[in-house]
C-alpha cells in the first residue's frame, strides 16, 4: 500500500518509529478493494487488475523492510558506538553481535569499524566482533580484501580460542596469491594444535575451503581430514566426515 505518510520518532528512547494511522487506514481499505472491487476490475481489465495489486502489494512490502532498516539504525545509531554495543555480559553470550552483523550488512561502510574490534583490549569485544565479522563476510566478501594482510597477521598473533575459531572461518574468504596461501595454510595447520576443539574443527574447515580451489593442497588436506576421522574429537569426526564427502565429489 501507498504509504500516505511516514512518521519517525527520533526523540523517543527504545522506539525504532512509527508509521502514521492513514498508512493502517489506507492498508485497511487496499484489503477491502483486494477482496472485492479490485477483483471486480481485475475480471474486467484483465491483466491491469493483477499489475495493481501486485504494484500495491510491492509497495507495502517496500515499507516494512524501511521500517525494518529504521528499526535497527534506532536501535545502533551511530559507527562510534557501535563496538559499545558488543560490550556487557560474560563468553557464554555473544550480545548483540547479530544485531550489529546485520546493520553492517545493510551499512558496509560501518565494517571497517567493527574490524578495529578484533583488537579491542576488551575479550568479549574481540569475541563478538570476529564473530559479526564471520557472519557479514559470509555473503560481503569483498569487504574482508583490504584487509588480508591484517587477518592474515591477527591469525599469528591472537591466542584467544573465540577469535582463532572465526578467524579460520574467515581466511580462506580472501583472495590470496600463491605465498599468502602458503601462510594461511600453515596457520590452520598450527591451529590443529589448539587446546579448543572448536578451533580445530574450524580450522579443518578453513584447510578444506582452501583445498577446494587449490589442488596442490588436495591430496594433503585429505589426509588430514581422514586423520581426524580416525583420532579427532566428536566434532573433528562429524566435520571431517562431511568434508571428506565434498572434496570426493570435485
Same mark, same amino acid.
Request: hydrophobic residues 45%.
Given at each position: /500500500?501507498?504509504?500516505?505518510?511516514? /512518521?519517525?520518532?527520533?526523540?523517543?528512547?527504545?522506539?525504532?518509529?512509527?508509521?502514521?494511522?492513514?498508512?493502517?487506514?489506507?492498508?485497511?481499505?487496499?484489503?477491502?478493494?483486494?477482496? !472485492?472491487?479490485?477483483?471486480?476490475?481485475?475480471?474486467?481489465?484483465? !491483466?491491469?487488475? /493483477?499489475?495493481?495489486?501486485?504494484?500495491?502489494?510491492?509497495?507495502?512490502?517496500?515499507? #516494512?523492510?524501511?521500517?525494518?532498516?529504521?528499526?535497527?539504525?534506532?536501535?545502533?545509531?551511530?559507527?562510534?558506538? *557501535?563496538?559499545?554495543?558488543?560490550?556487557? !555480559?560474560? @563468553?557464554?553470550?555473544?550480545?548483540?553481535?547479530?544485531?550489529?552483523?546485520? %546493520?553492517? =550488512?545493510?551499512?558496509?561502510?560501518?565494517? +571497517?569499524?567493527?574490524?578495529?574490534?578484533?583488537?579491542?583490549?576488551?575479550?568479549?569485544?574481540?569475541?563478538?566482533?570476529?564473530?559479526? /565479522?564471520?557472519?557479514?563476510?559470509?555473503?560481503?566478501?569483498?569487504? %574482508?580484501?583490504?584487509?588480508?594482510?591484517?587477518?592474515?597477521?591477527?591469525?599469528?598473533?591472537?591466542?584467544?580460542?573465540?577469535?582463532?575459531?572465526?578467524?579460520?572461518?574467515?581466511?580462506?574468504?580472501?583472495?590470496?596469491?600463491?605465498?599468502?596461501?602458503?601462510?594461511?595454510? +600453515? %596457520?590452520?595447520?598450527?591451529?590443529?594444535?589448539? @587446546?579448543? =576443539?572448536?578451533?580445530?574443527?574450524? #580450522?579443518?574447515?578453513? *584447510?578444506?575451503?582452501?583445498?577446494?580451489?587449490?589442488?596442490?593442497?588436495?591430496?594433503?588436506?585429505?589426509?588430514?581430514?581422514?586423520? +581426524?576421522?580416525?583420532? !579427532?574429537?566428536?566434532?573433528?569426526?562429524?566435520?571431517?566426515?562431511?568434508? *571428506?564427502?565434498?572434496?570426493?565429489?570435485?
Amino acid at each position: /500500500v501507498v504509504a500516505q505518510s511516514e /512518521v519517525f520518532d527520533g526523540a523517543a528512547a527504545g522506539r525504532a518509529g512509527a508509521v502514521a494511522r492513514d498508512d493502517f487506514a489506507e492498508a485497511s481499505k487496499f484489503e477491502k478493494l483486494f477482496g !472485492g472491487a479490485a477483483h471486480g476490475f481485475k475480471m474486467r481489465e484483465g !491483466g491491469r487488475g /493483477v499489475k495493481l495489486a501486485r504494484a500495491k502489494i510491492e509497495t507495502r512490502g517496500n515499507t #516494512a523492510a524501511r521500517l525494518k532498516d529504521a528499526a535497527i539504525s534506532s536501535r545502533f545509531p551511530m559507527a562510534k558506538n *557501535l563496538l559499545e554495543q558488543l560490550k556487557g !555480559g560474560d @563468553r557464554r553470550s555473544i550480545g548483540h553481535s547479530d544485531q550489529i552483523a546485520e %546493520l553492517v =550488512s545493510k551499512k558496509p561502510r560501518l565494517f +571497517a569499524e567493527l574490524f578495529k574490534g578484533l583488537w579491542s583490549e576488551d575479550p568479549l569485544v574481540r569475541m563478538r566482533a570476529a564473530d559479526a /565479522v564471520e557472519k557479514v563476510t559470509r555473503t560481503k566478501r569483498e569487504l %574482508l580484501q583490504r584487509y588480508k594482510k591484517e587477518l592474515l597477521g591477527l591469525m599469528t598473533e591472537v591466542e584467544q580460542q573465540e577469535v582463532r575459531w572465526h578467524l579460520a572461518a574467515m581466511v580462506s574468504r580472501l583472495e590470496l596469491n600463491a605465498r599468502e596461501r602458503q601462510r594461511a595454510v +600453515a %596457520l590452520l595447520q598450527e591451529y590443529l594444535e589448539d @587446546r579448543s =576443539s572448536i578451533v580445530r574443527t574450524f #580450522a579443518l574447515q578453513g *584447510l578444506a575451503d582452501l583445498a577446494e580451489s587449490d589442488e596442490s593442497i588436495r591430496p594433503m588436506v585429505m589426509e588430514i581430514l581422514r586423520e +581426524a576421522v580416525r583420532s !579427532g574429537t566428536a566434532a573433528m569426526k562429524a566435520r571431517s566426515r562431511k568434508l *571428506l564427502a565434498r572434496m570426493e565429489r570435485i
